[in-house]
């Protein structure tokens, strides 16, 4: 089966700038996850769809990052204004229900 | 407080030598155990899974041993290759209903050397 899919791979942007992720999860997959990863550190969850409705974005940093998850399907994330902290992989994972997810390759954002 | 911590934080051993990785969980309420392994540039890929009732699980040359009264787990290498060498990431998924959390450890980072 296919994997999770994400692009761009590499995003080099200069600090002030909106930058925008996505994601395509495994087909039939009802959760998906997006996490940040800073070099040197185990993922953090930034927000958790089930379906298209979100079921937990605690730890999403609302006055910049937003997300959303189109027909239950695809997942897009943005970043807007960029701080050169949001440097990191930024990873979609998705699940089938209580079953092991599967990571895409992740997105490699550098902010200058 | 839902928390797993790895040890050690880094681990260098020769290409042949087994090694173990520990992690150890305070998540509840339980429902699995995955351990990751994480190439440097890449996305996790899982090695293992385990739910309550299972002690271990064998992948290959990687085995998972889950000890769910003192809330440990440990991967065992054996026969380490150069290819080990990533980021070996010990994950709880805590239950919650309808939706179930994540809850990730920081990772033992892993060089074989030949």
């Known amino acids: 089966e296919a994997g999770v899919a994400q692009s761009p791979r590499y995003k080099i942007i200069e600090k002030r700038q909106s930058v925008a992720f996505w994601c395509n999860p495994i087909?039939?997959?009802?959760?998906l996850y997006w996490y940040q990863q800073i070099l040197g550190q185990g993922p953090k969850l930034l927000i958790q769809?089930?379906?298209?409705?979100?079921?937990?974005d605690s730890q999403l940093p609302k006055d910049r990052f937003s997300a959303e998850r189109l027909k239950g399907v695809d997942s897009t994330l943005k970043i807007q204004p960029a701080k050169l902290e949001d440097s990191a992989v930024y990873l979609c994972?998705?699940?089938?229900?209580?079953?092991?997810?599967?990571f895409g390759q992740g997105t490699r954002l550098t902010v200058v | 407080k839902n928390q797993v911590e790895q040890s050690p934080q880094s681990l260098i051993i020769l290409e042949g030598k087994n090694c173990t990785l520990q992690?150890?969980?305070?998540?509840?309420?339980?429902?699995?155990l995955r351990w990751y392994k994480q190439d440097t540039g890449r996305g996790p890929v899982s090695l293992t899974i385990?739910?309550?009732?299972?002690n271990t699980k064998s992948n290959g040359r990687y085995t998972a041993t889950l000890d769910a009264d003192t809330k440990q787990s440990s991967l065992h290498i054996t026969a380490s290759q150069l290819s080990d060498s990533a980021s070996y990431i010990c994950?709880?998924?805590?239950?919650?209903?309808?939706?179930?959390?994540?809850?990730f450890g920081t990772g033992t980072l892993l060089a074989v050397q030949p």
């Open positions: 994972a998705s699940s089938l229900g209580q079953l092991e997810a599967f």
């Open positions: 087909s039939g997959h009802a959760t």
């Open positions: 769809f089930q379906n298209n409705g979100v079921v937990d």
């Open positions: 992690c150890n969980y305070t998540v509840s309420p339980f429902s699995n």
């Open positions: 385990m739910t309550f009732s299972e």
């Open positions: 994950v709880v998924t805590r239950s919650g209903g309808a939706t179930n959390k994540l809850i």
